[in-house]
């Protein structure tokens, strides 16, 4: 049976975009999948709504930084959007929501968190019949993404799996596949023909400098500073769309165009990734994973606090990279790097390390694979599983208090995971969810919980357990 998938992103910065393109693109390619189609979420909604994802979000990371960490520390609560949030992103969803329904998707998988949470809520109200998997795009694992019910969540390394486990969330529905790349770094590359194309020498190191699709202004802080290093180089300069800031780098090399490349937006990044010796810029989720692939060390410059900072201190913890903290060093960081050969290449082998060229065909095969049915939490689950990922402890603690410990619902006979619950809410309803032994739901025992006003979280979740079926076996994993 062939599968219509939708993959669902959002258009701020390229990385999630990036990520959903190539999705589509391994997607189109199995025999199994009867039409494919990626909708960019802000493009259906308002200019005002927009402006508030994508522009303000821009000027906050260049005007106070600070802010944008303290509001990635804020939301890096499971479960913990506020309401007037939830509410704003429902009212100017509409064009979404029916873009959705209209579909009919079998498969949906969203590399932003913003989708993601409303196909949550359009499952909840039965209004989409489709497994729904989130893909996230940078290395470490923030709760703003966190929504239920959901099929699958795909992320980048094993230690972020570790944390969602350690927090309440049930380990096989939680699988490390990295983030997603094109196929085209998995491809040899004719060295020389890039050179020649650039008029490079192949005999001197080659800088990337890049500005980011957006063309960050910190770049010509960098460019500036490599022009009185003491070591012999080139570079590329990549400037992305900011056509000013293309001019003025341009302007500011002018004395030295035999060792300078300026460009503005390309697309020809994983042919200059590919051949380069160290790529300086920032750590986005998107372009470390494809420096990574390329076997590219990275110097990290002005990482965006939140995402970018974690991002960077994964790399740095795993050799892959090196941080300039001042800008005033720059140059100097540089040529210390390429006073040692020996650790560049060190720096390089690591990186390839710890690529992972497969993490489409991962994502897309399983999520085409995925048997339906979602993954509820209770209300109380969700009060435990926050509390554990603000206080940093594990809601499978057996010691902690049954309102701050969960438990796994399986399905006895495949033992997938169905359901998470708190042993409050075993306690407050031991004649339906004994601890010990399995539970057997039926269409009549359902009908009795439904007379019972306090068994009403716990009547949904086991409903959706049961779907379709006229009797499903439930244990506990406590």
């Known amino acids: 049976m062939t599968k219509r998938v939708l993959i669902l992103t959002a258009s701020t910065g ?3 975009n990036i990520a959903a393109s190539v999705l589509d693109s391994y997607a189109r390619q199995l025999s199994d999948v009867e039409e494919v ?9 308002s200019d005002l709504y927009r402006t508030l994802f994508e522009d303000a979000y821009f000027r906050l990371v260049n005007v106070a930084p600070w802010l944008v960490g303290w509001s990635y520390d804020q939301n890096d609560r499971a479960f913990g959007l506020p309401q007037a949030l939830s509410l704003l992103d429902q009212l100017n969803s509409t064009r979404v929501v029916k873009a959705i329904e209209s579909y009919r998707p079998d498969v949906v998988l969203s590399t932003h968190f913003l989708p993601a949470r409303l196909v949550s809520l359009l499952l909840t109200r039965g209004h989409v019949r489709a497994t729904a998997s989130v893909i996230t795009t940078d290395y470490d694992f923030q709760g703003l993404w966190l929504s239920t019910p959901f099929n ?4 980048a390394r094993d230690e972020t799996r570790a944390h969602m486990v350690e927090i309440g969330l049930p380990a096989d529905r939680i699988t490390v596949a990295g983030i997603p790349v094109r196929s085209v770094f998995s491809e040899p590359v004719e060295h020389q023909s890039v ?5 490079l020498r192949p005999d001197l190191p080659t800088l990337l400098i890049s500005a980011g699709a957006a063309g960050g202004a910190y770049t010509r802080t960098v460019v500036a500073q490599t022009l009185h290093m003491r070591n012999a180089f080139q570079a590329v300069v990549v400037c992305g769309h900011n056509e000013a800031l293309e001019r003025e780098i341009t302007s500011l090399v002018a004395a030295q165009t035999d060792r300078y490349r300026v460009l503005g937006y390309t697309s020809d990044m994983p042919d200059l990734m590919r051949v380069a010796t160290l790529f300086v810029g920032k750590p986005g989720g998107l372009t470390a994973s494809e420096c990574m692939a390329a076997g590219l060390p990275m110097v990290l410059i002005n990482p965006i606090p939140g995402q970018e900072v974690r991002n960077s201190d994964f790399l740095l913890e795993e050799g892959a990279a090196v941080r300039c903290n001042y800008q005033t060093t720059v140059g100097y960081k540089i040529d210390s790097l390429l006073d040692d050969p020996d650790r560049v290449r060190r720096m390089a082998a690591s990186a390839r ?3 992972r060229h497969g993490a489409a065909e991962v994502i897309v095969a399983t999520a085409l694979t995925e048997p339906v049915g979602s993954l509820w939490i209770s209300r109380d689950a969700q009060r435990a599983i926050r509390f554990a990922s603000e206080e940093g402890l594990s809601a499978r603690n057996p010691e902690a208090e049954a309102h701050r410990r969960v438990a796994t619902v399986t399905d006895a006979a495949t033992g997938r995971s169905v359901a998470v619950v708190t042993h409050a809410d075993l306690q ?6 004994p601890v010990n032994g399995p539970i057997t739901v039926t269409p009549a025992m359902l009908d009795e919980l439904g007379h019972l006003p306090a068994a009403a979280d716990l009547l949904v979740l086991l409903k959706h357990a049961l779907g379709a079926g006229e009797r499903i076996t439930l244990a506990l994993d406590a």
């Open 428 to 433: 407050a309803h031991t004649a339906y969810l």
């Open 152 to 155: 699958r969540y795909y992320v």
């Open 195 to 199: 050179f020649a194309r650039y008029v």
């Open 14 to 16: 390229s990385g999630h």
């Open 353 to 355: 390390r710890l690529a």
């Open 37 to 45: 189609r990626t909708i960019d979420v802000l493009e259906l909604t």
